[in-house]
């Protein structure tokens, strides 16, 4: 049997003709363009290997990965956020046959074919003269020590196969901010396709831009973390950006602090709601509008288990499985039916909405007694100030390096709006204990984001700890 998804992906590009697939730097790529894409990459790829895409939002990677696929080769999505030996090691753990990339000055000599995407895009074109039975990605985890672990799809894009199609009121048009390389930019990009819309991609995040270009091209449908949301939010072109076009406002990556979201649903109006997955389980629970309605208290909730689905709560850990699964980790046993750990503290409600406390790693262990305190919980406790913008709460070494201490980074609403003081007398007067108020605050004017728009705390902790050891209980 043939498969689902590249029978719906060509059916799409095949039917679509001169309707705009891609808009990007004012140049339109209609399906049918993109279909002779497909056909000329095809051509200059092999059969059943594995192919490695090391490229930015363009047209032509996820069309790659598309002709990849339809030779039966298993693609490997080389992270945008990913640091180089991190980079080398995808490569090398994957088994990589073929390499496709923008800069082959980037990539030392090995034993893998390097070519680039001008040189495929140059070839005659070439029908697929058979479709496989199924599509395999690989999307690499952010390896800190050793090779990342590579984590294997299949089954999840003939799920979307079955999932997505055009609506019935019109083509709509998705704003692509994540990179394609990424699991939210592929689906995102992928999910476009099969409903027979356009998708206008941006190279990176730039709140203006993102701005523009939803007044421009009356976007419908876009995915942004919390991060970049607080941003365009808090732009200062947002009040006079006619946004009403916005049908689909989706939230991703780390839960957005409740006043934060609360400030989103008044800016955008009832489109804005919360998904919460990760790479190896990309949906598992959603929130939307409708539901954060007249209930404030939800606004802290990630939403619900999505059908096909299961989650439970272990030791204060949330276990997940069902049919949004990966298949497994390249080089190990598939997953099957087993239960994935996903590194987030959290709990249920009793009606079955899911809270998120924190990430596992970043649970702070201070005071004499080793109590634990979830940096979420006070960050959006903290988040509630209206002189606060954004905030970062993290462990730094105790006194004598023993235990931990909690620290804050704050961004103002403006510069010294407020002072340390005020920050700790915020905690102070939500938590009624001490163990909850930061020891130290920093004022910026910015957080760090990772290439995909998280906080990035490990660079905020980095300094902190050099020297130390950190154990977490």
């Known amino acids: 049997m043939e498969s689902l998804f590249l029978t719906r992906v060509l059916d799409a590009l095949r039917s679509g003709g001169d309707e705009v697939l891609f808009v990007q730097d004012g140049v339109e790529t209609g399906y049918g363009q993109a279909l002779d894409l497909v056909r000329r990459m095809y051509a200059g790829l092999p059969e059943h290997g594995m192919v490695a895409i090391d490229a930015g939002n363009r047209p032509e990677t996820v069309l790659l990965q598309i002709a990849a696929q339809l030779r039966g080769s298993t693609v490997l999505l080389v992270a945008a956020s990913a640091s180089s030996p991190d980079r080398l090691a995808a490569i090398e753990a994957a088994g990589v046959t073929t390499l496709v990339t923008e800069q082959p000055s980037d990539w030392p000599a090995g034993d893998a074919r390097v070519t680039t995407l001008d040189d495929l895009v140059g070839r005659d074109g070439t029908d697929p003269a058979e479709l496989p039975e199924s599509v395999t990605a690989i999307f690499p985890t952010g390896g800190t020590t050793g090779a990342p672990k590579l984590i294997r799809h299949s089954g999840i894009y003939d799920g979307m196969a079955h999932i997505f199609a055009p609506d019935p009121a019109g083509p709509g048009r998705t704003l692509l901010v994540a990179p394609m390389t990424h699991m939210t930019g592929n689906a995102t990009v992928l999910g476009a396709i099969l409903r027979r819309e356009s998708v206008v991609l941006l190279r990176g995040f730039d709140a203006g831009t993102v701005l523009d270009a939803i007044a421009e091209h009356r976007i419908t449908t876009l995915s942004l973390t919390p991060a970049r949301l607080a941003a365009v939010v808090d732009h200062p072109a947002m009040t006079s950006t006619d946004v009403s076009s916005v049908r689909q406002l989706s939230l991703g990556a780390a839960p957005l602090p409740p006043r934060r979201l609360a400030h ?23 929130i939307s509008a409708a539901e954060l309605g007249g209930r404030p208290e939800r606004l802290e909730s990630v939403g619900r288990i999505v ?5 439970r709560i272990d030791d204060g ?25 996903t590194g987030d503290l959290g709990r249920f409600d009793d009606e079955g909405y899911l809270y998120l406390l924190d990430r596992a790693n970043d649970v702070i262990i201070t005071g004499e007694h080793g109590t634990k305190v979830y940096s979420t919980v006070v960050e959006n406790a903290l988040a509630r100030h209206p002189l606060i913008r954004s905030v970062a709460v993290f462990g730094v070494p105790g006194d004598g390096g023993e235990g931990e201490r909690v620290h804050a980074v704050v961004v103002p609403v403006a510069s010294g709006a407020l002072s340390a003081e005020e920050v700790r007398a915020q905690a102070r007067e939500f938590f009624g ?10 004022f910026t004017d910015a957080l760090p984001l990772t290439a995909i728009g998280k906080v990035d705390k490990r660079a905020l902790r980095e300094p902190f700890w050099a020297g130390h050891r950190r154990h977490i209980a």
């Open 264 to 286: 989103a649903l008044e800016v955008f109006g009832p489109v804005v709601g919360q998904g919460y997955g990760l790479t190896e389980a990309p949906m598992i629970a959603s």
């Open 307 to 311: 059908p096909g689905m299961e989650a």
């Open 317 to 341: 850990e949330v276990l997940v499985r069902g049919l949004a699964m990966m298949a497994g980790y390249h080089g190990s046993a598939p997953i099957g039916d087993g239960w994935l750990r």
């Open 433 to 442: 204990r001490e163990h909850f108020v930061p020891s130290d605050v920093d």
